[in-house]
């Protein structure tokens, strides 16, 4: 689902545990490496897609975490040039995301990349780091928005025991 400025609405999800270090996933046949995130489907709410997401990117599930919230409204990105799919119809820019922070509940060891079998898995690796980190490792065209969410969701972070 593209929307009618070129923007395919997503999510994206940063995994906290008490230690406030986040989630970070290696990306398969890649050595990129990203917070989870996905598209949403027609019919989902940006809640929803983040469930989903979860679980087929981590194999986590809704009991497994606590959401402690969430941006408001949509952050943008564009895509370079050279990724934009131009023979899709309407041609994809960049993606619109709702950005939600969540704190592991479960032990780790329920972390199951790309587990739940319905799903290509998206992740081979995964490691925990420092909060700010992933500003620093993302790939560049989406720094701004990696910025923008932590900026919000960083009051909400647990505090550290």
């Not at 952050?75 to 709702?98: A, M």
């Not at 990349?113 to 319905?118: A, C, E």
Request: with cysteine; aromatic share 12%.
């Amino acid at each position: 689902m593209i929307d009618p400025d070129g923007f395919r609405p997503n999510v994206g999800i940063v995994i906290a545990r008490e230690d406030r270090r986040v989630l970070w996933a290696k990306r398969v046949q890649d050595n990129g490496w990203q917070f989870p995130q996905g598209g949403m489907n027609t019919d989902e709410t940006p809640l929803e897609a983040m469930y989903r997401e979860l679980t087929e990117e981590t194999g986590l599930r809704a009991d497994d975490v606590e959401v402690l919230g969430s941006t408001p409204g949509w952050l943008r990105y564009r895509l370079p040039n050279r990724y934009r799919r131009r023979h899709s119809k309407p041609v994809c820019i960049g993606q619109k995301q709702v950005w939600f922070l969540l704190r592991l509940l479960a032990d780790e060891s329920h972390i199951t990349l790309g587990s739940d079998g319905d799903e290509e898995i998206e992740f081979d690796d995964y490691c925990w780091v420092d909060y700010w980190y992933p500003v620093k490792m993302v790939v560049p065209f989406k720094r701004r928005v990696y910025v923008r969410a932590l900026e919000h969701l960083e009051p909400l972070l647990p505090q550290q025991r």
